[in-house]
């Protein structure tokens, strides 16, 4: 017959000892993280007092704008409002002339103010263009707006690579 000792080994006994240690080491050890936290001038707090921003909401694009081709002539009528959603860097190397430089931020819902304004023409007509890439920010800045109440709105297909080549400078 084997001692009871060995079989306990394999039994209900061992696992309820395995059981206490890990409890115990957790204990300890939340203890020692505690005490050390406690010590530091800039420790980490225990019930967080302001809010963290770890979430940005991304805005919610509803509208439904038509693409056009670059060659379209309300391009250049001056009924249209013509705005660019590139960045200001790329806006500076070429842009149509009279475009209004709305640059496009996928994160940052568009101003109010700007939306104001752009109600505030009396026009038949948007028309945006951007980057040309996928996503295209004319594109998505065109559906931002149609999501806003602004009607007639249109982004050039390609944006501005292909709209370079069809407008004079």
Request: one cysteine or more.
């Amino acid at each position: 017959m084997m001692p009871m000792r060995a079989w306990t080994f394999f039994g209900r006994h061992w696992a309820l000892s395995a059981f206490r240690d890990a409890a115990v080491a957790g204990f300890v050890s939340a203890l020692v993280g505690s005490s050390v936290n406690l010590l530091r001038p800039d420790g980490i707090p225990f019930i967080q007092k302001t809010e963290y921003a770890i979430l940005v909401p991304c805005p919610e694009i509803k509208g439904e704008a038509r693409g056009i081709s670059p060659k379209d002539p309300r391009i250049g009528d001056p009924a249209f409002i013509l705005i660019d959603a590139r960045s200001r860097e790329d806006v500076t190397a070429w842009r149509v002339p009279n475009a209004r430089s709305i640059p496009y931020d996928y994160l940052e819902p568009v101003s109010s103010g700007v939306i104001k304004d752009l109600l505030g023409v009396r026009a038949k007509g948007i028309i945006v263009y951007g980057d040309g890439e996928s996503p295209d920010s004319g594109r998505e800045l065109a559906r931002e707006l149609a999501g806003k109440g602004l009607r007639n709105v249109f982004y050039v297909e390609g944006g501005a690579p292909v709209l370079h080549g069809s407008v004079e400078k």
